[in-house]
């Protein structure tokens, strides 16, 4: 039982950081995303 623990224990760790991580990216990626839209909505604009 202690050595499931000991398996677990990092894993959650890891988990936490990788979702940290992906929500980072996410948020880049849709700021990205929201900007080329914007770009091309103004360049469709004109």
């Known amino acids: 039982m202690t050595q499931q623990r000991c398996y677990y224990h ?3 760790r ?5 979702s ?3 929500k ?9 995303l929201g900007g080329m839209l914007y770009s091309l909505y ?3 604009a004109y």
Do not use: E, H, K, N
């Not at 890891?14 to 990788?18: A, D, K, Q, S, V």
């Open 24 to 32: 980072i990216f996410l948020l880049f990626w849709a700021a990205g």
């Open 20 to 22: 940290v991580g992906a």
């Open 42 to 44: 103004s360049v469709l």
């Open 10 to 12: 990092p894993l959650r």
């Open 14 to 18: 890891t988990r936490t950081r990788y």
